[in-house]
């Protein structure tokens, strides 16, 4: 088990400014009304009763992609003026963001370009490729694609959305606590899936602004953690990707990480590593006892509980974050071991 701790500072103490407002969070949630789902935040039972208290699970599988990464998508490109919009949109992905950026771009009328590396699941790939988007693999890491994006917004004059680390993506992805702290005022502790920092720098600004004592935690897998071993060396690092079920978290933060970096240095409390092992019991707990169908990504949460790596003392939420897993896979998970 690694777990980093950092201090539960109130935002106004924070030694750097925060480059995300909750005030920007709050004028996402008036953008995407109507655009996304507000997902349902229901009670396990079963985890419940495991910890003590009570634990509810945020949806984002319910999005029409089936992950949170909507929210960030569609809040960024709203954000373009009309001319940038209609250059055409580029991005990297691990896969769920490509999707959620060739479902508004279709949406919206706009084309599309999604570079992603050869480890994506062909399972999301062809999803994407369905939603109309041009697609382009190039090489075998996220840093690899994100230098075909560079060269087609040079090239081609695409406008880029980043997957993460962006102001406006990471104020999308920010709206899902103001659902949760609005659903759950009594929110003691809440655990987020972390790769690029977006989903869990975004909700930490806006639960430390409306309910400071609430812990953040940050889940992450063994395998090629960027964020966490970025926040221990105290800057961005490169880490080298690898094979893990939790794909969607595979990736670097970028060495000039402007955004995300700084967010979850200053914001989260902690950072926990959960192992391959312990992610696939996560998948299998989510469809045995929740009746869910979530990703490596998705399950983390439920390994980090499970595992007993987290230390639960109160009212606690966990992000169920995608649910884009390949159902062959899924499967083979759900049928073997013990949950």
């Known amino acids: 088990m690694t777990i980093m701790k950092s201090e539960n500072l109130s935002i106004s103490v924070y030694k750097n400014p925060l480059p995300v407002s909750l005030e920007a969070i709050e004028q996402a949630a008036v953008r995407l009304e109507g655009r996304i789902e507000r997902t349902p935040l229901v009670r396990s039972d079963n985890l419940s009763k495991r910890v003590g208290y009570p634990v509810h699970l945020k949806l984002e599988t319910l999005q029409p992609i089936g992950a949170f990464k909507l929210r960030g998508a569609m809040n960024a490109i709203l954000s373009l003026d009309d001319e940038k919009r209609q250059r055409g949109l580029v991005t990297a992905s691990t896969g769920n963001h490509g999707r959620a950026v060739a479902y508004a771009a279709e949406k919206l009328g706009i084309p599309a370009t999604i570079c992603m590396s050869s480890l ?117 690092v490169s880490v080298r990707e690898e094979e893990t079920l939790a794909d969607s978290l595979g990736g670097g933060i970028g060495l000039a990480n402007r955004v995300t970096f700084s967010l979850c240095q200053q914001l989260l409390d902690e950072i926990v590593l959960v192992s391959e092992d312990e992610i696939a019991n996560g998948i299998r707990h989510a469809a045995r006892e929740e009746g869910l169908i979530v990703e490596g990504a998705g399950a983390v949460g439920f390994a980090a509980i499970l595992s007993g790596k987290v230390n639960i003392s109160g009212p606690t939420a966990i992000i169920v974050s995608g649910g884009n897993i390949d159902r062959a896979i899924h499967k083979s998970i759900v049928d073997g071991g013990v949950a």
């Open 120 to 236: 994506v699941p062909a399972n999301k790939v062809e999803a994407i490729r369905a939603l109309g988007a041009e697609i382009r693999i190039v090489g075998r890491s996220q840093d690899d694609a994100q230098e075909e994006v560079e060269r087609l917004t040079k090239s081609g004059g695409l406008t880029a959305i980043p997957p993460f680390d962006h102001a406006d993506v990471v104020a999308g992805q920010g709206t899902i606590a103001l659902e949760v702290i609005e659903d759950m005022p009594d929110l003691k502790t809440i655990l987020i899936p972390l790769s690029g920092g977006g989903l869990a720098g975004g909700i930490a600004v806006a639960v430390k602004a409306l309910n400071p004592s609430a812990r953040v935690i940050g889940i992450s897998m063994e395998r090629g953690a960027a964020m966490h071993a970025s926040v221990k060396a105290g800057r961005p």
